[in-house]
């Protein structure tokens, strides 16, 4: 890192907040990754933390140099960093909740605040997808006319296509499940 002297102002800045985080409140052994891990959990992001550090740096920090150098740093830090989001996604939930709760005095205040709560819903379902991602259900769409088309080709070839036959020799009667029986016969 000798000629990276911004990448050591970052790092450097990032250590002394972990100091002033967790060494003044907490026992043990921190890293910046738990620094960046409780900065997430308090509803920050990395764009934010990077905004934060350019300020007081007083040049650009981006967001992926801040993931390149704990990824370089910490082999665990995507699971870490997965699972403070994770968490951070219980406090978009309810603060989109209050959002939602306070009056707005105007229409455009009332369209914003939608807005804003909808944006946080959908940030705590990617951050979280087992508890708040809207659960799609699955299509099916069936073509009638399409069907019916190949129906009409199967009858002017006066054969049906492969996949629609099934031939099998039952050897009992099928019962129903009133217990009743139906004969069938097949007419070429």
């Known amino acids: 890192m000798a000629g990276k002297p911004k990448r050591r102002a970052m790092i450097a800045e990032l250590e002394k907040r972990t100091r002033q ?19 997430i959990e308090d509803r920050g992001t990395l764009i934010g933390l990077a905004v934060d550090l350019s300020n007081k740096l007083g040049f650009a920090v981006s967001a992926p140099s801040i993931t390149n150098y704990l990824r370089a740093e910490y082999t665990e830090s995507e699971s870490r ?9 219980h406090l978009l939930a309810e603060e989109s909740i209050t959002l939602l709760d306070v009056d707005a005095e105007t229409m455009v205040e009332a369209s914003q ?12 379902g990617k951050w979280n997808r087992e508890m708040y991602e809207s659960q799609k ?21 006066n054969t049906l ?5 099934t ?15 139906v004969d069938a016969e097949v007419i070429d």
């Open 167 to 181: 031939v099998s020799e039952p050897t009992s009667k099928p019962a129903l499940t009133d217990g009743s029986t």
């Open 81 to 89: 960093l997965s699972e403070s989001r994770a968490r951070a996604s």
């Open 161 to 165: 296509p492969a996949a629609h036959v």
């Open 21 to 39: 985080r967790f060494d003044e409140n907490e026992e043990g052994e921190h890293t910046p990754l738990d620094y960046v891990c409780d900065y």
């Open 137 to 157: 259900g699955v299509n099916v769409a069936i073509s009638i006319g399409g069907l019916h088309l190949d129906a009409l080709r199967a009858r002017q070839a």
């Open 113 to 124: 605040r939608r807005d804003r709560s909808k944006a946080r819903q959908w940030l705590a």
